[in-house]
């Protein structure tokens, strides 16, 4: 059984995959959701009494985590990333030690950055470095403007309770400094970009950026839009529709993976 390993992003936890684990066991998946360090448990109980540590918190810290436990499969999974999940999905396939991996909404390596509005903003509010190691406190106001835009405040409120944590902001610093560098030019296994049209945080057009500088001529590195999607993609209404293209996805390359030397990869 084909293993896929989930990876949340920022102000999130693994309870923001429940629905995609229901997914894609259904479709015969081994599924695991690790949690970031100091990301376990209740996001209720998070956001009310956030870790101590939370604030210092840094990208290499969770990357060496995500790793141990993609490691410890009896083979290379399919890792699913959202947002800086979807970095950490990129940095752990240059790694070679991933079957084929899916950065969806992701922040791009060697801070590739969008000038878009919203994508500034959010990177300033977060990465502030007046704010030192105090942890962005995520509100239900900033949740609905960055994350939940295409959503009623109904919506919003429940995608807040259910699965919003706070973050430190040194996670996104890293991505855009030595712990978020990729080496483009290499061999590596198929890339699967998916990009939500609406997103505020990370624009749909960085996505396809991030895809396309990948140069091998060999590999697989694709991109995919979906109109009218926040960067609530994995949660909103409609998040069956990029589950379904994923899956579908999946089983062409698995087959190309199956007949592709692992010995670049």
Same mark, same amino acid.
């Given at each position: 059984?084909?293993?896929?390993?989930?990876i949340?992003?920022?102000?999130?936890?693994?309870?923001?995959? *429940?629905?995609?684990i229901?997914?894609?066991?259904?479709?015969?998946?081994?599924?695991?959701?690790?949690?970031?360090?100091?990301?376990?448990?209740?996001?209720?109980?998070?956001?009310? $009494?956030?870790?101590?540590?939370l604030?210092?918190?840094?990208?290499?810290?969770?990357?060496?985590?995500m790793?141990?436990?993609?490691?410890?499969?009896?083979?290379?999974?399919?890792?699913? !990333?959202?947002?800086?999940?979807?970095?950490?999905?990129?940095?752990?396939?240059?790694?070679?030690?991933?079957?084929?991996?899916?950065?969806?909404d992701?922040?791009?390596?060697?801070?590739?950055?969008?000038?878009?509005? !919203?994508?500034?903003?959010?990177?300033?509010l977060?990465?502030?470095?007046?704010?030192?190691?105090?942890?962005?406190?995520?509100?239900?106001?900033?949740?609905?403007?960055?994350?939940?835009?295409?959503?009623?405040?109904?919506?919003? *409120?429940?995608?807040?309770?259910?699965?919003?944590?706070? $973050?430190?902001?040194?996670?996104?610093? $890293?991505?855009?400094?030595?712990?978020?560098?990729?080496?483009?030019?290499?061999?590596?296994?198929?890339?699967?970009?998916i990009?939500?049209?609406?997103?505020?945080?990370?624009?749909? *057009?960085?996505? *396809?950026?991030?895809?396309?500088?990948?140069?091998?001529?060999?590999?697989?590195?694709?991109?995919?839009?979906?109109?009218?999607?926040?960067?609530?993609?994995?949660?909103?209404? !409609?998040?069956?529709?990029?589950?379904?293209?994923?899956?579908?996805?999946l089983?062409?390359?698995?087959?190309?993976?199956y007949?592709?030397s692992?010995?670049?990869?």
């Amino acid at each position: 059984m084909k293993s896929i390993v989930f990876i949340h992003g920022m102000f999130q936890n693994p309870k923001s995959w *429940e629905k995609w684990i229901a997914y894609f066991t259904e479709k015969g998946y081994n599924c695991i959701a690790p949690a970031w360090p100091l990301h376990t448990g209740d996001p209720t109980e998070l956001r009310n $009494d956030p870790p101590a540590g939370l604030g210092d918190l840094e990208l290499q810290t969770i990357v060496d985590e995500m790793e141990r436990v993609v490691t410890s499969l009896p083979e290379k999974p399919i890792v699913i !990333g959202h947002s800086v999940g979807g970095l950490i999905t990129q940095l752990l396939v240059q790694k070679g030690i991933v079957n084929i991996g899916v950065p969806i909404d992701s922040v791009a390596p060697n801070a590739m950055l969008a000038f878009d509005w !919203g994508f500034m903003k959010n990177s300033a509010l977060i990465a502030n470095p007046f704010k030192g190691n105090e942890p962005f406190f995520m509100d239900l106001e900033s949740f609905h403007g960055s994350f939940c835009n295409t959503m009623s405040d109904a919506e919003t *409120e429940l995608a807040y309770n259910d699965t919003a944590t706070h $973050d430190s902001r040194n996670v996104l610093r $890293d991505c855009m400094g030595e712990a978020g560098q990729i080496d483009l030019d290499l061999p590596h296994a198929p890339l699967l970009f998916i990009g939500g049209v609406e997103d505020q945080i990370i624009p749909y *057009e960085l996505n *396809e950026r991030n895809a396309k500088a990948y140069t091998d001529e060999v590999s697989i590195s694709e991109f995919k839009s979906f109109d009218n999607r926040s960067h609530w993609i994995c949660g909103q209404q !409609g998040w069956e529709e990029v589950a379904a293209y994923i899956s579908e996805w999946l089983s062409v390359h698995k087959v190309h993976q199956y007949h592709t030397s692992s010995e670049n990869l």
